[in-house]
């Protein structure tokens, strides 16, 4: 096929030739991170409200749906015109599905650095609450100082850690931060597994509620509060084409989010069993106040504050890859 000439010639080629390509296990970090986000903190949480058993079941389900959901929208990707989740919304719903979607992107995007950011501020420098001051982190190991201020951390994470990985052009580029933060995240999950099963030793813990305890307190309807945590828990439909882009073959993509979506769900049962069994019925919806307020000893002092802090950095690496979302041009 000749050359394309006059005025059919693309201003901009749409693929480099001998462009490097992304790789799958450099995808499945990717993906993980995608996944991973503020939400894994409230998954015990919904281990005491369900009980371990249908807590389980609906992660695999909910596991399972997502991954059928992401082949329907890559299977309609390939057959379409469009190569992104706006395009693809607008051959579908037409203009006011793309502007929609668009719109909620960016509403996911904007609540997720807000809610990083209150988080990551949380465990750096503290906060004040019922009129009492709550030391952060750096408060706690260095004092009380200007440069360990919240307003002062915050920025220093926004301009030397969050921001240059956001002028990251290819996603791809992310991958060795994406390893980083599921690695934190598998950390986070280590410590709670030892100390779970340290408290099981000393015969501290309670046995879990296996199915969901029902009374005149307590609904029915009261456990399908459960549910948009975990579904929302595993969303990251937004990435989908972003990461997929960047792959050689479209079965590349379908096995990366396999992987991910196992590896996502095996961290978020494991962290939920053994925090319910850390904490049992005082656990409250975020995870990191019960081990702000379980720190007894020195090495238990350490431990949370190990816990806190990888988790923080988790998130500092995890929004540079939601915000891949925004550079949609379809």
């Known amino acids: 096929m000749s050359p394309a000439t006059g ?21 499945v970090f990717n993906v993980s991170t995608s996944i991973i986000g503020a939400g894994i903190m409230s998954i015990p949480a919904t281990l005491k409200v369900l009980g371990v058993i249908p807590a389980l079941v609906l992660i695999m389900i909910i596991a399972w749906l997502v991954d059928i959901s992401v082949e329907f929208l890559l299977r309609y990707t390939q057959s379409g015109e469009s ?9 579908v719903f037409g203009r006011v599905g793309s502007v929609s979607v668009q719109i909620c992107v960016i509403i996911t995007n904007l609540g997720c650095l807000i809610i990083y950011l209150i988080i990551i501020g949380d465990v750096l420098s503290g906060n004040f609450h019922d009129g009492s001051m709550h030391l952060g982190v750096l408060q706690e190991w260095f004092g009380i100082h200007w440069w360990n201020s919240r307003a002062f951390a915050l920025l220093f994470v926004v301009i030397l850690v969050m921001l240059p990985l956001v002028l990251i052009r290819r996603v791809e580029s ?56 975990i579904v929302t828990a595993f969303t990251f439909h ?54 702000d307020l379980s720190s007894d000893t020195a090495i238990g002092a350490l431990l949370n504050d190990t816990v806190r802090l990888s988790y923080a950095f988790h998130l500092m690496l995890a929004f540079p890859l939601l915000n891949f979302s925004l550079r949609d041009k379809h």
């Open 7 to 27: 005025k059919y010639v693309p201003l901009l080629p749409e693929k480099k030739q001998g462009e490097k390509r992304a790789s799958v296990h450099g995808a």
């Open 238 to 291: 937004f990435n989908v084409h972003p990461i997929s882009s960047e792959l050689a073959k479209p079965s590349d993509m379908i096995s990366a989010v396999k992987i991910s979506l196992l590896l996502c769900a095996g961290i978020y049962f494991t962290t939920g069993i053994f925090g319910y069994l850390l904490f049992g019925e005082s656990i409250v919806a975020d995870i990191l106040v019960n081990f």
């Open 83 to 91: 190569a992104t989740y706006a395009g693809v919304m607008r051959e």
């Open 174 to 229: 992310l991958r060795f931060s994406s390893a980083i933060s599921v690695l934190l995240a598998v950390v986070f999950v280590g410590i709670c597994s030892v100390m779970a099963i340290h408290a099981l030793i000393e015969g501290k813990t309670k046995t879990p509620r296996l199915l969901p305890h029902l009374d005149n307190k307590t609904s029915f309807l009261n456990l399908f509060t459960a549910v948009p945590v």
